[in-house]
């Protein structure tokens, strides 16, 4: 019996676990937060909202690169934003298709309140379409003989 392939939702592949820094702190904090997350990006939070994603690029082209100090130059002077967002119930193809038509590799996902639940990035995207590969190549390979 042929499985009925259904698409593959936001939520079936999104990280849970967002890490967040508020707008207003300094990007010598963000800096040592990524650090010690072993994370290249932050969601920039102000209240409970999603207001940009700070990346290391952000603040190396941005902040260093623009000679500020990064000890007085606020989070939010080099975020990126304003942030699209997907939602939990959308396709991952339809979340591919924003992330290239915008040139992000980031996608905060949002609940149907509007609350942050996950993040989605190209690597994210990338391990599922290897698996689809795989499950759909695996299906036409030989026998050796």
Same mark, same amino acid.
């Given at each position: 019996?042929?499985?009925?392939?259904?698409?593959?939702?936001?939520?079936?592949? +999104?990280? &849970?676990? *967002?890490? %967040?820094?508020?707008?207003?702190?300094?990007? @010598?904090? #963000? =800096?040592?937060? !990524?650090? $010690?997350?072993?994370?290249?990006?932050?969601?920039?939070?102000?209240?409970?909202?999603?207001?940009?994603?700070?990346?290391?690029?952000?603040?190396?082209?941005?902040?260093?690169?623009?000679?500020?100090?990064?000890?007085?130059?606020?989070?939010?002077?080099? +975020?990126? &934003?304003? *942030?699209? %967002?997907?939602?939990?119930?959308?396709?991952? @193809?339809? #979340? =591919?298709?924003? !992330?290239? $038509?915008?040139?992000?590799?980031?996608?905060?996902?949002?609940?149907?309140?509007?609350?942050?639940?996950?993040?989605?990035?190209?690597?994210?995207?990338?391990?599922?379409?290897?698996?689809?590969?795989?499950?759909?190549?695996?299906?036409?390979?030989?026998?050796?003989?």
């Amino acid at each position: 019996m042929d499985e009925e392939v259904r698409p593959m939702k936001l939520r079936d592949l +999104m990280t &849970s676990t *967002v890490y %967040t820094i508020g707008s207003e702190q300094s990007i @010598v904090n #963000a =800096a040592a937060q !990524m650090r $010690e997350l072993s994370v290249g990006s932050l969601v920039v939070m102000r209240d409970d909202a999603v207001e940009g994603i700070l990346t290391t690029w952000d603040m190396i082209a941005g902040c260093l690169g623009a000679g500020h100090d990064p000890h007085d130059c606020p989070v939010f002077r080099h +975020m990126s &934003s304003p *942030v699209h %967002t997907g939602r939990v119930d959308m396709e991952a @193809v339809d #979340a =591919a298709r924003v !992330m290239a $038509e915008r040139g992000v590799s980031r996608l905060p996902v949002v609940d149907d309140s509007g609350t942050m639940v996950g993040i989605v990035t190209y690597a994210n995207l990338s391990r599922v379409m290897e698996q689809l590969t795989r499950d759909l190549l695996g299906g036409w390979q030989r026998p050796v003989i």
